[in-house]
């Protein structure tokens, strides 16, 4: 079984900056690529940022400049910087990893969320 859990959202002022973070742990045999969407109310998931085992990197035109994704392979993590927020990045944001699980083919996998709110 594979698991992907989220961590370090929360509420931040507007200019403030947060980082996500996301490992995956269970039964995984290798990782493609890793990434991050996320969903406001009454809005269709939207990705935000990827990332390819090989590091190569992929933002939505919203968070170029603003945001950054990387990723730790040793740690089967992807973590999410977002600098200058907006009211607008306002969202739940999911974890998204292709991999490979021991058992099986490759397919996609999801974390539960994590909520990120910016307000004053």
């Given at each position: 079984q594979v698991q992907l859990v989220e961590s370090g959202g929360g509420?931040?002022?507007p200019g403030g900056s947060l980082r996500v973070s996301c490992a995956a742990s269970g039964s995984i045999f290798?990782?493609?690529t890793m990434g991050w969407y996320r969903q406001a109310p009454g809005k269709e998931r939207e990705l935000v940022a990827s990332i390819t085992s090989g590091g190569s990197?992929?933002?939505a035109e919203?968070?170029?400049g603003r945001f950054?994704?990387?990723r730790d392979n040793a740690k089967n993590t992807v973590y999410l910087q977002m600098n200058s927020?907006?009211?607008e990045d306002t969202a739940v944001y999911y974890c998204n990893a292709n991999l490979w699980p021991k058992i099986g083919v490759p397919r996609d996998y999801w974390g539960q969320g994590t909520q990120v709110t910016v307000s004053s």
């Open positions: 509420l931040v002022q290798s990782i493609n990197t992929n933002y919203s968070v170029k950054t994704i990387s927020l907006k009211p």
